[in-house]
């Protein structure tokens, strides 16, 4: 018991001593906030966790087959070795960043875990109409893992015995985490953060940059009535939109494709 005890003790301590190191600044200017209870290793273990749970909960979670939807992957795919390979990634070798599309068309949602696994739904693919449009969401989503924002939030949010309890192989607490990643609420700053990373990913691409605005354009279209449920705790659609399109003329991006013929090509191959 004292063993365990010391053990426990060193590891909350140097969880501790990172947090000092654990600040930095966005690629694009974007300040990023400092207090993160983990260093950049944990966030590797603990998506790698997060992401065997939610595989294996496949009543929750169902997903489609990589081989029979093998033309739908690799769209997602090659949109995500776009933004990578734009060199605009920080921890574009660290990070997995690996895909994997939930059927589920009447859940609006993308989330991506700490270490770079990324969820897409089939609602929101289906809910959007362009390739740029996807981009955008997708490079938030990455940008969240990019940035750190979750577990610099879940530092935040859940007590440090929690944390340790994960690292320490708590299945019980591993399942809260998880729980509490997928659904974590961001903070405005983080938000605003991750839609003007998303536009410093994409804009060195052929895609219009400010893709993620035609999203929310879409949503404002609509009286903002129901938004997808990730979008539930986020800023203003109206305030996002005019975001993304001022980051793209501050980063004077370029890129004017749409590629709205190839995603609905690809929309089409989902199942109904």
């Not at 769209?75 to 070798?93: E, P």
């Not at 939109?241 to 995603?263: M, P, S, V, W």
Request: hydrophobic share 35%; glycine share 10%; charged share 20%.
């Amino acid at each position: 018991m004292k063993k365990f005890k010391l053990i426990t003790s060193s590891i909350f301590l140097g969880l501790t001593i990172t947090l000092t190191s654990c600040g930095g600044t966005a690629k694009n200017g974007g300040q990023k906030a400092g207090f993160n209870l983990f260093p950049v290793s944990q966030d590797i273990a603990l998506g790698a966790q997060v992401a065997h749970q939610i595989d294996s909960n496949k009543a929750e979670f169902p997903q489609l087959d990589s081989v029979k939807y093998k033309a739908v992957y690799d769209y997602l795919y090659n949109m995500r070795n776009t933004i990578l390979n734009t060199g605009n990634v920080t921890y574009k070798n660290d990070f997995t960043w690996r895909l994997r599309i939930v059927h589920n068309d009447k859940v609006q949602n993308a989330f991506c875990t700490p270490g770079g696994y990324i969820y897409i739904y089939t609602g929101i693919m289906k809910y959007m109409e362009s390739g740029d449009q996807l981009a955008g969401v997708l490079g938030h989503e990455m940008a969240h893992a990019d940035l750190r924002h979750s577990t610099q939030q879940m530092s935040k949010s859940v007590g440090t015995g929690i944390l340790t309890s994960v690292i320490l192989g708590d299945r019980a607490a591993l399942a809260q985490v998880t729980a509490a990643l997928i659904g974590l609420k961001y903070s405005r700053g983080f938000e605003e953060e991750a839609d003007a990373q998303s536009v410093f990913y994409l804009c060195p691409t052929p895609y219009n940059a400010a893709g993620g605005a035609g999203f929310f354009e879409k949503i404002e279209a609509a009286g903002g009535s129901r938004p997808p449920e990730f979008l539930s705790t986020h800023p203003n659609p109206v305030n996002r939109i005019q975001h993304f399109k001022d980051e793209k003329a501050r980063l004077n991006c370029l890129g004017t494709q749409t590629y709205e013929t190839e995603y609905k090509r690809i929309i089409n191959m989902l199942p109904k």
